[in-house]
């Protein structure tokens, strides 16, 4: 199974601060990556998909970047709602494995 | 509008049996993937299980192989996951998700499974 890590853990950021995850795929995956973002008691809402193709609807300031087995999610300007945890996950091959999250907190 | 509402979470004891339902609508369903994705309390998420459209084809985490089983009613627009011999570590909340080899676009709610005695 492909494993996926991702870093930091957590990270507390203030209103208007860039934040930039990272999830770095245990072989090469492509672009096969996808973010999620998961609010407290909801369901994951996907966020970017294809490494860096921004869903519909979704905010530009997220975005995804990467290739291979290293990968980027970035938060251009962290907003008050932007609280939740954030997971990678792939899709090169089942099981389709998640990173353990990043929570992102406000300062 | 694509709509999945998961059902028939609750408390059973370890070693137990339960079966989930996830009733879809708003897509055809029956040309559809689905999958089953877990969360334990205040840990990530887990990919659970997964089937294609006809039902042909099924996928289980080893983690539940053996215990678990997906399986699907086109007639009636319902992905179901099979529990038996439960444990302390099947706690979760279990979502459906519609596709199973990319992406997921639609989630439902999540129901909750307790095992504990």
């Known amino acids: 199974d492909i494993q996926m890590t991702q870093s930091p853990s957590s990270l507390s950021a203030s209103v208007g601060d860039r934040v930039t995850i990272t999830c770095q795929a245990s072989?090469?995956?492509?672009?096969?990556l996808n973010w999620y973002q998961q609010r407290p008691g909801k369901a994951p809402k996907l966020l970017i998909y294809?490494?860096?193709n921004l869903e519909t609807g979704v905010p530009s300031r997220f975005s995804g970047s990467g290739s291979g087995t290293d990968f980027i999610f970035t938060i251009s300007s962290l907003q008050p709602e932007d609280i939740a945890t954030y997971y990678c996950?792939?899709?090169?091959?089942?099981?389709?494995?998640f990173g353990g999250g990043t929570k992102v907190e406000i300062k | 509008e694509v709509q999945l509402l998961e059902s028939g979470g609750g408390l059973v004891q370890p070693g137990g049996s339960l079966r989930l339902s996830c009733a879809a609508s708003?897509?055809?369903?029956?040309?559809?993937?689905m999958t089953w994705v877990r969360q334990a309390p205040g840990k990530g998420l887990e990919w659970v299980s997964a089937?294609?459209?006809?039902?042909?084809?099924?996928y289980h985490a080893d983690s539940v192989k053996g215990r678990f089983t997906i399986s699907r009613d086109n007639s009636k627009n319902t992905l179901y996951l099979q529990m038996n011999s439960l444990r302390a570590d099947d706690t979760a909340v279990y979502y459906c998700?519609?596709?199973?080899?990319?992406?997921?676009?639609?989630w439902g709610q999540g129901t909750l499974v307790t095992v504990s005695s």
């Open positions: 998700a519609k596709d199973a080899r990319a992406y997921y676009r639609y």
């Open positions: 708003g897509f055809t369903f029956s040309t559809s993937a």
């Open positions: 089937i294609t459209g006809s039902g042909e084809t099924t």
């Open positions: 072989q090469d995956i492509g672009k096969y």
């Open positions: 294809g490494a860096s």
């Open positions: 996950q792939h899709y090169d091959n089942l099981p389709l494995t």
